[in-house]
């Protein structure tokens, strides 16, 4: 697959090394001589996995299938280490999250080169990907991350080649597929590209049009089957996380999504945001010239319209704005064409100081990139001492205190099912649908219904944050009795400092 004499692919993959080793030493000695995740969601996965490896298609609690993931083909994925000892997940996700960060790096250094950039910005672009903070941090977090943006990267590298060769691709299709059963922003993605599709090779889409039905009806069979299976369970056909990030489609723009994405970006490194706002506005001006390099625009309508689309969309900053994480090789790429065009027209028309101006930049590129590298090693330990500290603490007490509970309910669900192996009620809805109904009715009413649902249940402990529940802990306190909590002393990542295992007396509810 590389076969080649181009040393560039050796430094790189050295840097990935020197990177992921700095990275795990930073969790090692931040956690106190741990391994973990740093997401909670992260587990929420291992629980699906380790039951779709048992024969338990996409079922949270046994015999309970539901549509709790947007990730089902990466829930696959992990399934794999469960076939061999459930002992093997933790290294299993970590090692797939990194492999694929280090070939989304290679393969940025591929795409920059066949977008016609010399080997030497096309290796830059690729350092400036290794180096992105929050790219490495995903890629020892076991979520799908860096997998969905290396299949982004393959996707318009083989674009590129259909527009060379004037032919479409099946193969376009399959990895359209999968990306979305990957991720599902990669719907907007798969859309862009059938329509530019169409637009670019319009001269020769007779000769194509069979490829082209082909490619959709590939891309129809991968992904059609997880929409029908949530329409069966819940009567929609997006996943049960759709709606419990009360994503729905909004008039106008959430204006604090674009701000909280932007600051994000901006830590990043703020001269890549700068260059890529730029780059964005020169983009716009040509298309609408219709002067726009077609080499580009799959790319640039991609770093533009996903974020414009999430802020009507799903608006989700959280998790270090991971949603929009996969897009950030290509800011690279669209930040250094700007650039190279600046520097261009810089040596033509300015001073020499102008001349030094564009070639230390470079140099400053870098230092904002390894600053910001250093800045999510540190996050990536937090964010792992903190789930363990918490969530994970939380379970092992559950097991050694609470081994004949059945049934438990809880906000965050992932680290503390798949320690205690326990049936649970998602008190958010994400595994347990029927939460959604209960939103709709009175905050009176539905705190009523949700401790009757909890009740039916035979519920007799809930692991919550109260902060997520004002009404409940104001008008229900004196029924609940705080048994073990667990807090951090610098949060990072949870919903809350401190989590509370709570004792419901029913004896002392009146839910009539």
């Not at 050295?14 to 090692?28: G, K, P, W």
């Not at 590209?193 to 129809?220: D, E, G, P, Q, W």
């Not at 996943?239 to 901006?266: C, H, M, R, Y």
Request: aromatic residues 16%.
């Amino acid at each position: 697959m590389f076969r080649t004499n181009d040393r560039n692919y050796l430094y790189l993959v050295t840097l990935y090394i020197v990177l992921t080793i700095s990275y795990l030493v930073s969790e090692f000695i931040i956690t106190g001589r741990q391994f973990g995740v740093p997401l909670d969601d992260t587990w929420i996965h291992f629980r699906f996995a380790e039951n779709f490896a048992h024969g338990h298609f996409f079922e949270y609690n046994i015999g309970e299938p539901t549509p709790g993931t947007t990730s089902p083909f990466w829930v696959i994925v992990l399934s794999i280490p469960f076939l061999i000892s459930p002992r093997l997940i933790l290294l299993f996700s970590l090692i797939a999250g990194s492999v694929f960060f280090l070939l989304t790096g290679l393969e940025t250094y591929r795409l920059g080169k066949r977008l016609g950039f010399n080997d030497s910005y096309a290796f830059f672009i690729a350092v400036l990907t290794l180096f992105a903070g929050r790219l490495a941090w995903s890629s020892l977090s076991g979520m799908e991350i860096t997998f969905f943006t290396y299949l982004t990267v393959i996707i318009i590298k083989i674009h590129l080649g259909e527009l060379e060769q004037n032919k479409i691709s099946i193969v376009t299709g399959l990895l359209l597929g999968l990306a979305v059963i990957t991720r599902p922003e990669a719907y907007l993605l798969a859309l862009i590209y059938y329509v530019l599709t169409v637009i670019l090779l319009r001269k020769s889409i007779k000769k194509n049009i069979a490829h082209l039905v082909l490619s959709i009806m590939v891309f129809a069979l991968i992904i059609i089957p997880y929409p029908l299976f949530c329409y069966q369970l819940t009567g929609k056909f997006l996943p049960s996380t759709f709606e419990g990030q009360n994503a729905a489609f909004n008039f106008l723009p959430n204006i604090t999504f674009l701000v909280e994405t932007g600051k994000l970006f901006v830590r990043d490194n703020v001269i890549i945001f700068l260059l890529w706002l730029w780059a964005s506005v020169y983009f716009i001006v040509n298309l609408v010239k219709r002067k726009a390099d077609s080499k580009f625009i799959l790319i640039y309508l991609w770093v533009i319209l996903l974020p414009v689309v999430s802020s009507f969309v799903a608006p989700n900053w959280r998790h270090h704005g991971r949603y929009l994480i996969p897009i950030i090789p290509f800011i690279n790429i669209v930040s250094i064409d700007i650039l190279q065009k600046s520097g261009r027209y810089i040596q033509e028309k300015y001073t020499k100081f102008s001349k030094f101006a564009f070639e230390i930049t470079p140099v400053v590129l870098m230092f904002f990139s390894i600053t910001g590298t250093i800045i999510f090693a540190l996050s990536l330990g937090w964010n792992v001492e903190n789930i363990n500290d918490q969530q994970v603490k939380i379970g092992r007490w559950i097991n050694r205190s609470l081994q004949d509970e059945k049934v438990l309910g809880m906000n965050d669900i992932g680290a503390i099912t798949f320690v205690t192996k326990k049936r649970i009620v998602d008190m958010e809805g994400l595994v347990t649908p029927e939460i959604f109904k209960l939103r709709k009715l009175s905050i009176e009413q539905s705190n009523k219904a949700l401790l009757k649902l909890l009740k039916q249940n035979n519920v007799n402990y809930i692991i919550i944050y109260p902060g997520w529940y004002d009404y409940l802990m104001e008008h229900y306190s004196g029924a609940l009795e705080s048994v073990y909590s667990a807090k951090l002393e610098h949060n990072t990542i949870c919903g809350g400092p401190e989590m509370f295992v709570y004792k419901i007396h029913w004896d002392k509810l009146n839910l009539d």
